[in-house]
């Protein structure tokens, strides 16, 4: 076999590493496209929504007169990682008074252990941040919370401020829209929405959901 | 020794240390293009093993499922890695061989980014990669780098700006910003690629210097063993 190939074979040779480079460079576009789509994609929110004014049959504690902020996680669910860092960075931004809960969400017949991960114990480390376990989901539920990474903010007066994520897409640190409505609604009072997407994975398996899960 | 037993010795030296030149060259490419093929499987690797550490399974409920992070560091690193590993083999030395590496490493940073959940220090990737593909000694391959950083900012900018600059409304302008510091990295390496080239010309240079002095006595020293003989 000649060391460099004759003409003929290079330019057929060319021709075929020239069609491999287009097909891979369109998979490459597509799969990063769908890359993107997929953590671009938000937990569907519940029609109506968290009640508008704290629940007094809630089981989190609320101290009257202080706005309090309620974020939901699934224990397990990698994706929280990034809006529990958004979580500390929030706090940080927050000149004026708040108390901070997350609710992990337990649900019913998991082993004992099952909700002691990493995440919990990042946003036990919180400063400022009280952790209680939502046996069931229940307080999930009645905060109509569906994915992991849900927050609830009520202001000082009881009322429901606001209602959403805390992250740009799905497990994906860096400013948002949840994150800057919370600053400006505690400050100021006013933002442009009282909502975000949510990001993250479901908090019901999709049986108990009775409809198709957020992952 | 007349002027024209000179210059074709002159010549014959330049013709020397031309080919030497380019064999040097393409060496290096060849030696770098390997060098990428297995860093490629590193990264392949290791995005993989990131995927399975941070976020192995999506979650709903009890019930668990593989995480699309995992599928897309195995799906989209096997076709970043894929390539230039195949081209670095079946190609080496090829000059689009070189430029489809620049290309694929600059998406690995991408793809580390997404898979780090937008960590701002995994954007140290990008630099380190253009340090590495400076080791071409080729500049128009930083070119092709500083495009795709370039091009993927600007396409992600307009779509989804937080996941890159960190800020949900940032100015059109933004990705000019960022591409400006790998513009930065990028000139003074190009300065270095260009400097090595000129040693590596300057010493096969030298090496055919020597060569053609060497082969001189060599031929002196026969004529004289056959006179002698």
């Not at chain 1, 960075?89 to 909700?115: H, I, K, N, S």
């Not at chain 2, 995005?47 to 593989?66: D, F, I, K, N, Q």
């Not at chain 2, 430029?99 to 995994?122: F, N, P, Y």
Request: proline content about 5%; glycine content about 10%.
């Amino acid at each position: 076999m000649p060391d460099v190939p004759d003409a003929a074979e290079s330019t057929r040779g060319n021709r075929l590493a020239a069609a491999a480079l287009v097909v891979w460079a369109v998979a490459v576009v597509a799969a990063f496209g769908m890359l993107g789509r997929y953590k671009a994609t938000a937990a569907t929110q519940v029609p109506d929504g968290p009640p508008l004014v704290w629940p007094e049959e809630s089981a989190l504690p609320r101290t009257p007169g202080r706005p309090t902020l309620v974020l939901f996680v699934h224990p397990h669910c990698g994706c929280t990682q990034a809006t529990v860092t958004e979580l500390g960075r929030l706090l940080g931004r927050v000149r004026g008074p708040l108390d901070a809960r997350v609710a992990v969400v337990r649900p019913e017949g998991v082993p004992d252990g099952w909700d002691e991960t990493a995440l919990v114990g990042r946003a036990e480390s919180i400063p400022g941040v009280a952790v209680f376990r939502d046996a069931g989901g229940a307080e999930a539920a009645r905060f109509a919370g569906n994915a992991s990474g849900f927050t609830v903010v009520y202001g000082a007066d009881g009322r429901r401020l606001f209602a959403g994520g805390l992250t740009s897409a799905r497990g994906h640190e860096g400013e948002s829209f949840g994150g800057r409505r919370i600053v400006s609604l505690l400050e100021t009072g006013v933002a442009d929405r009282g909502d975000a997407p949510t990001f993250g994975c479901a908090l019901a398996s999709t049986a108990a959901a009775g409809e198709e899960g957020t992952e | 020794m007349s002027d024209a037993t000179t210059e074709a010795a002159v010549q014959a030296i330049v013709e020397r240390a031309d080919r030497r030149f380019q064999r040097s060259r393409r060496d290096l490419w060849v030696s770098m293009d390997r060098l990428f093929a297995a860093l490629m499987a590193g990264q392949w690797v290791f995005g993989l093993v990131l995927a399975l550490t941070v976020s192995p399974w999506a979650w709903a409920g009890t019930e668990r499922s593989v995480n699309p992070h995992v599928l897309a560091a195995l799906g989209i690193g096997t076709l970043l890695s894929g390539m230039p590993i195949a081209l670095a083999f079946l190609r080496p030395g090829w000059v689009v061989t070189r430029h489809v590496i620049a290309v694929a490493q600059m998406l690995w940073s991408a793809l580390l980014v997404h898979l780090t959940g937008g960590r701002i220090e995994t954007h140290f990737h990008v630099f380190g990669s253009l340090g590495f593909l400076a080791g071409y000694r080729d500049w128009p391959v930083l070119l092709t780098a500083t495009l795709v950083v370039a091009v993927e900012h600007f396409v992600r900018g307009l779509v989804w700006p937080e996941s890159i600059y960190g800020i949900v409304n940032p100015e059109w302008w933004r990705f000019l910003e960022h591409a400006f510091w790998v513009v930065f990295a990028v000139s003074f390496l190009t300065v270095l690629c260009r400097r090595g080239v000129r040693e590596m010309r300057t010493l096969e240079e030298r090496g055919a210097e020597l060569e053609a002095l060497a082969e001189s006595e060599w031929r002196k020293s026969s004529v004289v063993t056959r006179a002698a003989s």
